[in-house]
């Protein structure tokens, strides 16, 4: 989970981009905040007849540029400060890929291994019902992040569509296409982020049919990302879930890895690997690395045994500060997470818009348009990169925080 300073890490950040971008204090300032912050305990019935209560966030960073957008988490250490941190993050991704979005985050703490489908259930309804007034197609579109998925937010539709009386499609994305959502958004991350690592890697002047990756989560983003990229040619040498690692410098068989995972729950224990621990993998031979897990996951205590070349975040905020100048000291190329994962906030965008409009896409023309967009994308912050001098994290910072903040002047301040 996000270190207690991940917070912190971000106004580092922003300050280290406002030396390029020199923006006025009052729009500076305005930036270090975030716009509304909401805490609500949830008391929720569980199937022995208790009720517990769990407590649930959600964060609207800032909205200069249209609704707030972003996930919701459900771990149980999600925190108020990580909730804060992801939705500024939030914020600069969707106005580095220049859609018409401001940033949020939710979350809730709890731990979803440990409950029924059906108190995931109504813990999900009495949130949404105490979010209720904060969300809408118009003012803040949530979406799934860690341990939530389509059911999640068909759930939390249904319960916005049953406050309002009518069916509400747009208030949340990465729903069942059967209820509005679209097609293409499951594996619209791991998409995103392979066409920007393809462009890093020809970039970079390597052939990606020689190259070996190690993932670090084997969830949506993780497993998805697995297979696109095995399907390319690349080698997966590692994965890791919460409860292990493994390793095989010949290649996993990702096919075999799945059915290991959905018999036991589990990667550890896959026979033809090696079982290492998870910071082991981290530091083990290849040539990407995948973070797309947990935040903080490359940091002091890993950092200088990297060997990888290229580092793709799909994680959001896997890299601390600290582990940023050390591996930019040894010329880690890192394909930052507002860039790398921002594919899955472009698919939730197509929904939106079709949502809106009554009228849906077929796939072909989704892909299209992801890959159109996450190129542009890659291109504009390796320019950005080339011509500043700074690695592509600043670059994506420079363009994003710059659109943020260009849009807060031209609004002004109210009153
Ligand atoms: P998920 O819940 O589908 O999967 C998470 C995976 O991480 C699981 O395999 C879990 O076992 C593993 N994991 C959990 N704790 C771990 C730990 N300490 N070490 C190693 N593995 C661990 O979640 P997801 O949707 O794939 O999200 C993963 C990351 O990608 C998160 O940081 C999320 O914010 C980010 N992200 C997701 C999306 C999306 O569309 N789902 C979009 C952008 C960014």
Redesign the pocket.
């Known amino acids: 989970m996000a270190n207690d300073n991940s917070f912190q890490d971000v106004l580092g950040r922003l300050e280290d981009v406002n030396k390029y971008l020199n923006l006025p204090p009052a729009i500076y300032n305005r930036l270090r905040y975030p716009r509304r912050s909401l805490i609500v305990s949830l008391p929720v019935r569980m199937d022995n007849g208790e009720v517990k209560y769990f407590e649930g966030y959600r964060v609207h960073y800032n909205t200069a540029r249209g609704p707030a957008k972003g996930?919701i988490r459900y771990h149980p250490k999600v925190t108020l400060n990580e909730v804060i941190t992801l939705a500024a993050l939030m914020t600069w991704k969707c106005a580095l890929i220049d859609l018409p979005f401001g940033g949020a985050k939710g979350g809730v703490a709890c731990d979803t291994t440990k409950m029924s489908r059906d108190e995931i259930k109504r813990m999900t309804r009495r949130y949404t019902h105490e979010i209720a007034m904060f969300i809408g197609p118009e003012s803040d579109i949530p979406a799934?992040?860690?341990?939530t998925d389509e059911q999640i937010m068909a759930w939390i539709m249904d319960t916005y569509s049953t406050i309002k009386g009518y069916s509400v499609p747009g208030v949340v994305t990465g729903k069942p296409v059967c209820i509005g959502g679209s097609l293409g958004r499951k594996s619209a991350?791991s998409q995103g982020l392979v066409t920007v690592l393809l462009e890093a890697i020809q970039h970079l002047g390597f052939s990606h049919g020689n190259l070996a990756a190690s993932i670090?989560?084997?969830?949506?983003?993780?497993a998805i990302a697995a297979d696109i990229l095995s399907e390319k040619g690349v080698r997966i040498v590692g994965l890791?879930?919460?409860k292990g690692a493994i390793y095989n410098p010949k290649g996993l068989d990702i096919k075999a890895v799945k059915k290991h995972k959905a018999d036991t729950k589990s990667l550890a224990g896959f026979k033809d690997a090696e079982q290492v621990s998870?910071d082991d993998l981290v530091c083990l031979q290849c040539d990407v690395l995948i973070p797309?897990?947990?935040a903080g996951?490359i940091n002091i205590r890993n950092a200088k045994g990297i060997k990888a070349r290229i580092i793709a975040e799909?994680?959001?905020d896997p890299t601390t500060l600290e582990a940023d100048a050390i591996l930019k000291d040894k010329g880690v190329f890192i394909l930052p997470d507002i860039l790398a994962?921002a594919g899955?906030v472009v698919v939730s965008y197509f929904e939106w818009v079709q949502d809106i409009q009554r009228y849906f896409w077929n796939e072909d023309e989704i892909q299209k348009r992801l890959e159109g967009i996450m190129t542009k994308a890659f291109k504009h912050v390796l320019a950005i990169a080339q011509d500043k001098k700074v690695d592509m994290r600043t670059a994506a910072m420079i363009l994003g925080v710059g659109r943020v903040a260009e849009a807060s002047a031209v609004r002004g301040l109210y009153p």
């Open positions: 996930g799934p992040d860690m341990y991350t670090i989560g084997f969830g949506n983003v993780g890791a879930d919460s998870i797309a897990a947990v996951q799909g994680a959001n994962n899955g």
